[in-house]
């Protein structure tokens, strides 16, 4: 079995043309193509990848029957790449991102110094505006039960985004992972649809006592949420046609990553202020016109209470 330095896990729903750009972006980059295995998430255009073999001949597809959202999606990916193939690191990718020369090889360095390290991560800037960071490093804030990402929609400063260190929270959008970390921490929690997986692997793995490493020489551009077309707005906002989906998602998963690795106290705690916000963001974006929003929260309440 010929052993593979880097193999990269994309996952596709209904974004043929990111993936091949994603694609053609590491044919170009990296003079070896890693070993890539895809895997479809039903989409409408499984004709279309079919000929991803044509763009890239190193490459696996599988094809899941249903929409099994982001992070069961990825599992399959690893799951597969641990049982037929012979790496040593892998890598989750959003398949809305485009490499640059050396950003996977750059990703790879700190596990040779470090081997304490479970996870690396790169430089990320919106593929819109490469001029601002999407993600420069994260530290998580356990009483708001989210991250904190330096230097979020700004250009990268010397002592934050252009800093190498060592964070708590590392973005699903690219996580590369040693052979060892991965085969412990084995992925994401199959019990997260989508957003917040990577937030709980976060948090995993600093309980598991892996270090987690921002290496800001790996440089990545983001489209952001390219599995959504047609949008007017993305996020937490009025104008967002997602918005029931992802609040109702988002907010459900963010208090079970919280409630499965919190103590206590710290979730007593952390219960205070996500409430608190929860209560304002419905307001807020109810006075902006979302009329529904109380639906929307009702339905987000009931599903934390049934989970």
Known sequence: MKKEFVVIILVNYNGYHDTVACLESI?????????????????????NLENLKGIYNNIHLIYSTENIGFGRANNIGIQWAQQNLNFEHLLLLNNDTLITKGALTSLTEPF????????????IFYESNRDLIWYGGADINYKRGWPKIVDFNKKPSLEGADKARFVSFISGCCMMF??????????????????????ELSMRANKMGYKLYYH????IYHKVQGSFKNKVEKGMKAGNPNL?????????????????????LNFIVFNFFYWNEFVMTTLKLFLKGRTDMFKISLKTINKIISN
């Not at 040779?112 to 430089?123: C, D, P, Q, S």
């Not at 040693?178 to 649809?193: M, T, V, W």
């Open 27 to 47: 044919k170009l980059h990296e003079a070896e193509n890693p070993f890539v295995v895809l895997v479809d998430n039903a989409s409408t255009e499984i004709e």
């Open 112 to 123: 040779k110094i470090n081997k304490e390290i479970g996870v690396t991560t790169a430089k």
């Open 178 to 199: 040693s052979k060892e970390s991965i085969n412990k921490l084995k992925g994401f929690d199959d019990d997260f649809f989508m957003y917040c997986e990577d937030l």
């Open 216 to 219: 800001p020489i790996s440089i």
């Open 244 to 264: 029931s989906f992802l609040f109702t998602n988002m907010k459900t998963n963010q208090f079970k990553a919280m409630k499965k690795h919190l103590n206590t």
